[in-house]
């Protein structure tokens, strides 16, 4: 069989980004961790404030699990409550969250953290905080005329630190 020259290349352009996409999909599943929700909780939305653990949104300090921290985080439109999160620096943290309303996001910017809320699902993730600072919580799924104002902090804190304004 001939192939013209032209077609031979456009063959290896085409299987050489495909194969360029699977490398790159396969550094993001596998070395980032990147994964979809495996959303197997479910929960009835219109029902989420008797519902464990959130009955109880905010920070939790954990003992005997492979998390130290559980933080609880009930989306509606549009805010999030607890409306600040704060952990220390080192610590492993599983997120809980769902929303009593429409589908919101839940991205912590320059983080790996980035959970779509899906009314009747509980969103789960665990990380590690190993970078002190100050991170924006931002919803990145749009939700209506107040999408833009529905944003939040986490603030990893270094326990160590020396504090240095007063
Ligand atoms: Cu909540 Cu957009």
Redo the contacts with the bound molecule.
């Keep these: 069989m001939h192939l013209h020259k032209y077609e031979k290349w456009w063959l290896v352009f085409g299987v050489g980004t495909l194969f360029a996409f699977l490398v790159i999909l396969g550094i993001g599943a596998f070395h980032n961790g990147t994964h979809p929700n495996q959303a197997r909780n479910i929960i009835d939305y219109e029902n989420v404030d008797n519902h464990a653990p959130f009955d109880n949104p905010g920070v939790h300090k954990v003992e005997g699990k492979d998390w130290d921290y559980e933080v609880v985080i009930v989306?509606?439109?549009?805010?999030y409550n607890p409306i600040e999160i704060e952990v220390p620096l080192g610590s492993v943290v599983k997120f809980y969250a769902t929303?009593k309303d429409?589908?919101?996001?839940f991205e912590v910017a320059q983080t790996n953290i980035n959970l779509m809320?899906e009314p009747g699902y509980i969103s789960e993730y665990v990380t590690e905080m190993n970078q002190a600072g100050e991170y924006l919580i931002?919803?990145?799924?749009?939700?209506?005329i107040?999408?833009?104002n529905?944003y939040s902090t986490l603030k990893v804190v270094d326990p160590n630190a020396t504090e240095n304004s007063q």
Excluded: D, K, P, Q
């Design positions: 989306a509606s439109a549009f805010n929303t429409v589908i919101h996001g809320l931002v919803c990145n799924e749009y939700c209506g107040g999408h833009a529905m």
